[in-house]
């Protein structure tokens, strides 16, 4: 089957490490198609717009959409581009996997934690800003409802099944927040229950940071709300050599945008010595979307392979190749 995507190339790094991508899409014969559409400082220039809505009529039309690295410029539109998009489209789950590779500066080789995200609710939305007359007082309000915690919840223990997790911690602050972290936790309870195949345990966010640190194999799949699932989602990143190698998934009922996770790094725009694993993988995410999965499997065995064998790899990875050659590499293995 054919499918067609949205294809955002972003800022930055973003054309170079998305047009690695791509070349390894088509080598791996995906069937897939692109519409390529802007988002971020390209649109802002040619459309006087971050979010041009041809963008967004083309990931509703296509319902899939793989996006590069975008620049939110700072005191223009909205706070966060990716803030919108998720809002825009109800992208209510973000998953964050965290797996250790070879030729990597990780402490632990064997990691493979997934951190599932509330994304749509909760104080990192930025609901109710307000500051003060005098500039003393700064607001914000947050919000948490029963519909949002059980969605993110039941997608957690779900795809604990599908993918042969024994083991969801619930990360929470309900000792202190008790309104708004007291709902998700008395709702993650009772959704839990509903699946007595998988464990379920409990965890404040500050201890679960600090036993992340000390013994990250604990955990399994982790499930919490916004802001604490951005926190975690780049400690668990850490642990494994770093945003460079972190993707993400936003998943809503009827549309999907898989991405990498870290920033447009214009620092190096342009030079070609772009890491594009995090794109890679989360391209692998998106072919899992697609039921391709032994194509995503392929995909992450390939990476495996060539960054074991330091085959062409970027700097950071430790060898002196290029994002281009890097890409070549794992076509060579495909």
């Known amino acids: 089957m054919t499918h067609t995507i949205a294809v955002i190339?972003?800022?930055?790094?973003?054309?170079?490490?998305?047009?690695a991508t791509l070349r390894v899409l088509d080598a791996l014969q995906c069937g897939l198609k692109y519409e390529f559409v802007e988002a971020g400082l390209e649109a802002l220039e040619?459309?006087?717009?971050?979010?041009?809505?041809?963008?967004?009529?083309?990931?509703?039309?296509?319902?899939?959409?793989?996006?590069?690295?975008?620049?939110?410029?700072?005191?223009?539109?909205?706070?966060?581009?990716n803030v919108e998009l998720r809002k825009r489209f109800d992208l209510y789950a973000n998953v964050r996997p965290a797996i250790s590779f070879p030729g990597t500066?990780?402490?632990?080789?064997?990691?493979?934690?997934?951190?599932?995200?509330?994304?749509?609710?909760?104080?990192?939305?930025?609901?109710?800003?307000?500051?003060?007359?005098?500039?003393?007082?700064?607001?914000l309000t947050q919000k948490i409802t029963r519909r949002g915690s059980e969605r993110i919840v039941r997608y957690a223990f779900d795809l604990a099944r599908k993918v042969g997790r024994k083991k969801v911690t619930v990360v929470h602050k309900a000792n202190i927040l008790k309104s708004t972290s007291g709902l998700f936790l008395r709702v993650a309870r009772e959704v839990a229950a509903e699946y007595p195949d998988i464990q379920m345990t409990e965890m404040i966010v500050d201890n679960c940071c600090m036993?992340?640190?000390?013994?990250p194999h604990q955990f399994d799949v982790i499930v919490t709300t916004n802001l604490f699932g951005d926190i975690i989602s780049d400690l668990c990143a850490g642990l494994v050599g770093g945003l460079g190698l972190a993707p993400g998934a936003n998943i809503g009922t009827d549309a999907a945008i898989f991405e990498a996770v870290h920033g447009?790094?214009?620092?190096?725009a342009g030079q070609g010595i772009a890491n594009p694993v995090?794109?890679?993988?989360?391209?692998?995410?998106?072919?899992?979307?697609?039921?391709?999965?032994d194509k995503a499997n392929t995909l992450r065995a390939v990476i495996r392979q060539t960054m074991a064998a330091k085959d062409?790899?970027?700097r950071d990875l430790g060898g002196d190749g290029t994002t281009a050659s890097f890409a070549d590499a794992i076509i060579s293995r495909l």
């Open 9 to 19: 190339r972003g800022d930055g790094i973003g054309p170079e490490i998305m047009d």
């Open 312 to 314: 062409r790899v970027t």
């Open 46 to 81: 040619k459309h006087g717009t971050l979010l041009p809505e041809h963008t967004l009529e083309a990931i509703a039309r296509h319902r899939v959409a793989l996006k590069s690295p975008l620049t939110t410029p700072v005191g223009e539109g909205f706070s966060s581009i």
């Open 105 to 139: 500066k990780s402490r632990y080789e064997t990691l493979a934690l997934i951190t599932v995200r509330e994304n749509t609710e909760g104080a990192y939305i930025g609901d109710g800003q307000a500051l003060s007359a005098d500039g003393q007082v700064a607001t």
């Open 278 to 293: 995090a794109l890679l993988l989360g391209a692998a995410q998106m072919l899992d979307h697609f039921a391709m999965v």
């Open 211 to 215: 036993q992340l640190v000390m013994n």
């Open 264 to 268: 447009s790094a214009p620092d190096i």
